[in-house]
């Protein structure tokens, strides 16, 4: 039986939205601009040596790729609800945004946003709950400390709080 909480894709409101808008686009808009190009290069003749037929054969596979794997995403999508039941809220989960200290290094504070893999954004800090650190994290409370083992060694980091 396979598990399906494995094949549950966690992510926003927003992020869902985003999600069906790029399908949107990519079916009714890309795939025509894509197949209008292969229709022109197509007139062009001589296949073998056709650089432009190869670009949109490529184009087209990608875009055609990407439909799938978008469509994908979205039939398995469970939103991240903003507000937990109240056994969930006394413990970080997805989409909770949580303050933590990396002990290892002493470190100031940083704050992340624990969420699906499809809406990671280190550099927003928005982390994935796949990652070594939001997977330590989940279940955690105020002033636990977790281990995370990082291509730097093994870090520490503390919950300093969450919401």
Do not use: C, W
Request: glycine share 6%; aromatic share 4%.
């Amino acid at each position: 039986m396979p598990n399906t909480a494995q094949s549950q894709i966690y992510i926003t409101k927003e992020g869902l939205k985003k999600l069906k808008e790029e399908l949107d686009y990519l079916k009714n808009t890309k795939r025509k601009e894509v197949l209008d190009r292969l229709k022109e290069a197509i007139s062009y003749g001589d296949l073998s040596e056709n650089s432009e037929y190869e670009e949109s054969k490529n184009e087209q596979a990608f875009v055609e790729g990407r439909i799938i794997e978008l469509e994908e995403k979205i039939k398995k999508a469970q939103i991240i609800t903003e507000k937990k039941g109240k056994t969930k809220a006394d413990s970080v989960q997805i989409g909770t945004t949580v303050k933590i200290q990396n002990l290892t290094d002493n470190d100031p504070t940083e704050t992340y946003t624990i969420v699906g893999s499809t809406e990671a954004d280190p550099m927003n800090n928005r982390i994935s709950n796949e990652s070594p650190i939001g997977n330590a994290l989940i279940g955690q409370h105020k002033g636990s400390t977790v281990k995370v083992e990082a291509p730097a060694g093994i870090l520490e980091y503390k919950v300093i709080s969450f919401k």
